[in-house]
């Protein structure tokens, strides 16, 4: 098959670098929940760019610039992320829900407050718009799946003119859960992602065997993840994300 029916997509890292909002967020977030900054809070602290690949969840985030505020050394996080995580989570004493939330509070008042200057925090990568528009005159569907809140990643797509048969948020459950609900409504299901255990995650669930996997080489990727990558999910590289689909390794 040269096409998808579906051409499901990751959004952080895949569509949309936020790099500036992740970081401004995360720290914001910290400090509503009582983290010190004396430092900027403009460019992103480049530990927390170091770091950011092995970010599943905005809690996360919110937890490394927690660290960094305290002068975590970013080779805590690069050399054991999950057992870095636990520490920290342990020391700041708070949970994954209140983290998210603090997140998504200071998200929501930036949104409301000045929801052009949140927007301009996010850079669509080149082309990517251009391809997505394409999808349509080829008779492929694309959706989103994110992490993120669902009406957060639906304003960034609106900023871009961009507008996905659906976007599936942090509040519609794993992504893994999602593909399976997409299966069931067309096939075949290719799916985007730049963060390897996701497509890892997917790879080993026998239910969706039947979706292409692909390894978005423009996002956030870690050293080892193009070496470690393993079939059947593929290396997608930007040249061949905008290339028509016949093009795209199968
Ligand atoms: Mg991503």
């Given at each position: 098959m040269s096409r998808p029916?579906?051409?499901?997509?990751?959004?952080?890292?895949?569509?949309?670098?936020?790099?500036?909002?992740?970081?401004?967020?995360?720290?914001?977030?910290?400090?509503?929940?009582?983290?010190?900054?004396?430092?900027?809070?403009?460019?992103?602290?480049?530990?927390?760019?170091?770091?950011?690949?092995?970010?599943?969840?905005?809690?996360?985030?919110?937890?490394?610039?927690?660290?960094?505020?305290?002068?975590?050394?970013?080779?805590?996080?690069?050399?054991?992320?999950?057992?870095?995580?636990?520490?920290?989570?342990?020391?700041?004493?708070?949970?994954?829900?209140?983290?998210?939330?603090?997140?998504?509070?200071?998200?929501?008042?930036?949104?409301s407050r000045d929801p052009q200057g949140w927007l301009a925090q996010h850079r669509p990568y080149p082309g990517v718009a251009e391809r997505l528009r394409?999808?349509?005159?080829?008779?492929?569907?694309?959706?989103?799946?994110?992490?993120?809140?669902?009406?957060?990643?639906?304003?960034?797509?609106?900023?871009?003119?961009l507008q996905p048969t659906a976007v599936y948020g942090r509040e519609d459950g794993s992504k893994v859960r999602v593909l399976r609900r997409l299966l069931e409504q067309r096939q075949p299901v290719w799916f985007v992602e730049d963060r390897l255990p996701t497509l890892e995650q997917v790879m080993a669930d026998p239910q969706l065997r039947g979706v292409g996997c692909y390894l978005a080489a423009w996002g956030y990727l870690r050293h080892a993840d193009r070496q470690q990558l393993r079939p059947p999910a593929h290396w997608l590289d930007h040249a061949t994300f905008c290339a028509p689909f016949h093009a795209w390794p199968a």
């Open positions: 029916a579906i051409l499901a997509l990751d959004l952080d890292g895949v569509l949309v670098d936020g790099m500036e909002e992740y970081w401004r967020s995360s720290l914001a977030a910290a400090r509503s929940l009582g983290a010190p900054w004396t430092g900027p809070q403009g460019e992103a602290s480049p530990a927390f760019r170091r770091i950011r690949p092995w970010v599943h969840t905005g809690w996360e985030m919110v937890l490394v610039a927690w660290a960094l505020t305290h002068s975590a050394p970013a080779e805590a996080f690069l050399q054991d992320y999950p057992g870095a995580l636990r520490q920290w989570q342990a020391r700041v004493g708070q949970s994954p829900a209140v983290l998210q939330d603090a997140l998504e509070r200071h998200r929501r008042a930036c949104l394409r999808c349509g005159i080829e008779g492929v569907e694309w959706v989103v799946i994110t992490t993120k809140g669902r009406g957060f990643a639906a304003a960034l797509l609106a900023q871009d003119g």
